[in-house]
T-cell receptor, first 115, second 111 residues
Framework: KQEVTQIPAALSVPEGENLVLNCSFT??????LQWFRQDPGKGLTSLLL?????REQTSGRLNASLDKSSGRSTLYIAASQPGDSATYLC??????????????FGSGTQLTVLP | SQTIHQWPATLVQPVGSPLSLECTVE??????LYWYRQAAGRGLQLLFY??????ISSEVPQNLSASRPQDRQFILSSKKLLLSDSGFYLC??????????FGSGTRLTVV
């Protein structure tokens, strides 16, 4: 059974700092890994999707890396801003049946960027 | 592009009342659709998924049911709500390469 862990559970940084969020998974036979952002009371917004054959993906100030062999992914946020404050979730799909793949989520990292 | 719509955004219902939450998608056909629930202070729990019209799989035995009457419509229902049904309900769409798009969610409070 796949288990996904995120460390730290909460992180508070001053504006402008670069930061790294960590995600680890127990079964390295993943198809991909997806990072999401969730603002309070809102749905999940997809940030980055890394396929198992990829090492990293970048979008603006965000960079996600994937190391399948060690069961780890990191989300790097450059020059953090107060608007980056949110809960960040990583998730990996695993087989439900047929074409269906349900997501296993980490418990999330609650990020606060202080102005 | 694929989009997913959920409504209502917020709902307050008395115990014992029925429930119907709707999710519709655009920009794709025959998608795999999912209902997740996020209870306060807890993680996301998969409730149901559907790979096509009339095809529903349940992950957790509970007071809820789901239906897929049309290709792009996924409905979550209950005949009689319990206090424990309170939570944040999210519909999700499985896209290409098993990337997922989530709706904006429905906050359900059972009183």
């Amino acid at each position: 059974k796949q288990e996904v862990t995120q460390i730290p559970a909460a992180l508070s940084v001053p504006e402008g700092e670069n930061l790294v969020l960590n995600c680890s998974f127990t079964d390295s036979a993943i198809y991909n890994l997806q990072w999401f952002r969730q603002d309070p009371g809102k749905g999940l917004t997809s940030l980055l999707l890394i396929q198992s054959s990829q090492r990293e993906q970048t979008s603006g100030r965000l960079n996600a890396s994937l190391d399948k062999s060690s069961g780890r992914s990191t989300l790097y946020i450059a020059a953090s801003q107060p608007g980056d404050s949110a809960t960040y979730l990583c998730a990996v799909p695993f087989l439900s049946s047929g074409s269906a793949r349900q997501l296993t989520f980490g418990s999330g990292t609650q990020l606060t960027v202080l102005p | 592009s694929q989009t997913i719509h959920q409504w209502p955004a917020t709902l307050v219902q008395p115990v014992g009342s029925p429930l119907s939450l709707e999710c519709t998608v655009e920009g794709t056909s025959n998608p795999n659709l999912y209902w997740y629930r996020q209870a306060a202070g807890r993680g996301l729990q998969l409730l149901f998924y559907s790979v096509g019209i009339g095809q529903i799989s349940s992950e957790v035995p509970q007071n809820l049911s789901a239906s897929r009457p049309q290709d792009r419509q996924f409905i979550l229902s209950s005949k009689k709500l319990l206090l424990s049904d309170s939570g944040f309900y999210l519909c999700a769409l499985q896209g290409a390469n098993y990337g997922y798009t989530f709706g904006s969610g429905t906050r359900l409070t059972v009183v």
